[in-house]
């Protein structure tokens, strides 16, 4: 996975979006013949004088850091700090990776000691305030933060965001302290900054349900507060089923699309069905109001179209404040993954697990980090796990289905595809994705007639869909039939996808098929430029240029296609026999042979 760092003066910047989709993507380069299967810039980093012992462990740590090894970087850092602690970005530094790496109790100790030593950072502040909230220490809470605002370079001069989240945290510690009136009165104030009013009246419905008015809680839960996160749907059931509205909380639950991909809905739903009176537990003490307000923002954070580097930071904090706040590790997890921290995250998902709260969505992101960290076996064993615990899930099966097929295992593929496809009967255009993996497993398989009739259903879903156009195109033209056809398939699909050098090695190779070798020759080309590392089109561009009898050149494509390494024994063969006979005395002497598609010619 490839990922982009910037200097750590704070944190590493996460750079890979949350994997949040229906089923894993299809590549464009799915086909029969090859199946789906950073540097830092230092122009900000503050200058550290680096002492002759200090400069050992410093530059480790920044390394690590930098790589976004978190353990390591704490590590480091700390040793640093033991040469010089009265360094601010030492303190920071260690800060951040502490806490990055979930050593929260560490992050406490060195905040607190940072402030008695020497002026604390923004963020030894931050983790003071979470301590105090944690601690019920609420006047403490509410004075570090009026120090805070007092001090020259804050006073008068906070940003917006800033603004809200002290507000918010002041708010709570209001409530906590006792002061109901002066909590309510807080967050109506915060509601009025431009932009907060969706998020601080949620807070304040949380607040208002946890002194006990329901009537008004919901009545701001009800104005889309609520909506688009399962903390906010759940509160708002357990607020309904307070006022004695069962009905309504189950009316407003099945409203949810995809509401049987939640378990934990699905267990709401039955308790309230059974006429349950839910207690409240959304917000059990004003330290989970605080946890969520650090999920607000790392939530806001995480999804920005570019993710704010403070995400992490505000979540670990969330999970801290709240430890069974499932909702904070799996973000965690998420943004661990997200820096190729597999390690860490998988503490988080197994943190999940230990509160009874597997979630299919948090699975399938576990299973997708573990698939791109070149863990295949992890990754099943997850899939499997998936699939026993929530056979329901079609998705589950999918993933499952993606992780054989990757791996090569296509015949086992196919059961799996067949499961999340007698799932998805009633919900037809929901079967296109597995009615083309399926397609591709079987075509591996050497069964091509089940193979095209998957194709072409799929292709009956998604008609525009590039990826099925391309692979039932290319599984035609790769077996020398319906040629007409085929061409027009792939043609189609890079009309819709024209800078896929997948498709256009397939364009061009249906024209080599045809006979139309000048006309492959292009998009051959074109095809070798935007994928000059794979072997298979590199041969195939050798064999279109010695037909269109530029022989010289595809001696030069066969010889780089042979320094790739082609996938199987019987590729290199084939490429071996072509640069010592020429490919008319390769396709003389397999006439009338068996076809071979390993070789994919």
């Not at 029969?32 to 900000?44: F, H, L, M, T, V």
């Not at 009136?181 to 419905?205: C, N, R, T, W």
């Not at 290319?474 to 699909?493: F, G, P, T």
């Amino acid at each position: 996975m490839t990922k982009r760092l910037l200097p750590l003066a704070l944190i590493a910047l996460f750079t890979t979006p949350l994997h949040a989709q229906d089923a894993p993507a299809a590549k464009a380069s799915d086909r029969p013949a090859q199946a789906e299967s950073g540097g830092a810039d230092d122009s900000n980093h503050p200058q550290v004088p680096l002492s002759l012992g200090i400069a050992g462990p410093y530059l480790a740590a920044r390394q690590a850091a930098l790589d976004s090894d978190f353990g390591e970087a704490a590590h480091y850092y700390g040793e640093a700090l033991g040469k010089d602690g009265t360094d601010p970005y030492l303190q920071d530094s260690a800060l951040v990776s502490l806490i990055s790496s979930g050593q929260m109790e560490a992050a406490v100790k060195l905040a607190n000691r940072t402030s008695t030593e020497s002026k604390a950072t923004d963020l030894a502040n931050l983790m003071r305030r979470a301590e105090f909230a944690k601690d019920g220490k609420w006047t403490e809470l509410m004075a570090l933060g009026a120090e805070i605002l007092a001090q020259p370079d804050k006073a008068g001069d906070q940003n917006g965001e800033d603004k809200l989240l002290d507000g918010m945290i002041e708010a709570w510690a209001l409530l906590g302290a006792g002061k109901a009136s002066d909590s309510i009165a807080a967050f109506e104030k915060l509601a009025k900054i431009p932009g907060a009013q969706a998020m601080v009246q949620y807070h304040l419905a949380l607040a208002k349900a946890k002194v006990g008015d329901f009537e008004a809680a919901d009545k701001l839960l009800s104005q889309d507060a609520a909506s688009g996160h399962i903390l906010g749907i759940i509160a708002r059931a357990e607020v309904l089923s307070q006022l004695e509205r069962n009905k309504d909380a189950i009316a407003m639950l099945d409203a949810l699309p995809r509401v049987g991909e939640e378990p934990a809905l699905l267990a709401l739903r039955a308790r309230l069905e059974k006429g349950e009176t839910l207690p409240f537990d959304s917000i059990r003490t004003p330290a989970d109001g605080i946890a969520q307000v650090f999920m607000t923002f790392a939530s806001a954070l995480a999804s920005s179209e570019e993710p704010d580097p403070l995400a992490l930071i505000q979540a670990r904090i969330a999970e801290y404040l709240s430890p069974n706040l499932g909702e904070a590790h799996l973000l965690s997890a998420q943004l661990l993954q997200s820096v190729g921290q597999f390690d860490l995250a998988e503490q988080e998902f197994e943190r999940l697990r230990e509160l009874g709260d597997m979630r299919p969505v948090a699975e399938l992101s576990r299973i997708d980090a573990l698939a791109r960290a070149d863990r295949p076996e992890d990754a099943e064993k997850a899939a499997l796990a998936l699939t026993a615990a929530h056979p329901e899930l079609a998705q589950g099966w999918i993933a499952l289905g993606d992780l054989l097929r990757q791996q090569e295992k296509f015949a086992d593929a196919v059961p799996a595809y067949d499961k999340a496809l007698d799932l998805l009967k009633d919900r037809g255009n929901a079967q296109w994705f597995p009615l083309y993996a399926r397609g591709i497993a079987l075509e591996r398989s050497n069964q091509f007639d089940k193979a095209e009739a998957d194709l072409r259903a799929a292709l009956k879903i998604q008609p525009d869909s590039a990826p099925v156009l391309n692979y039932l195109g290319y599984s035609l033209v790769d077996r020398n039939i319906k040629l007409d056809e085929a061409l027009k398939l792939i043609q189609r699909a890079v009309e819709l996808s024209p800078n896929d050098g997948y498709i256009l090695d397939s364009l061009a190779w249906a024209y080599y098929r045809l006979g139309r070798y000048q006309d492959a020759v292009a998009p051959m080309e074109r095809a070798v430029s935007s994928m000059s590392e794979d072997p298979l089109v590199n041969d195939h561009m050798g064999d279109i240029y010695w037909m269109a009898g530029r022989k010289r050149e595809a001696q030069i494509q066969w010889q780089r296609a042979l320094s790739l390494k082609p996938e199987t024994e019987a590729e290199e063969k084939r490429i071996k026999d072509k640069l010592e006979l020429g490919l008319d005395a390769v396709l003389a002497s397999e006439k009338g042979k068996p076809r071979d598609s390993a070789a994919g010619q």
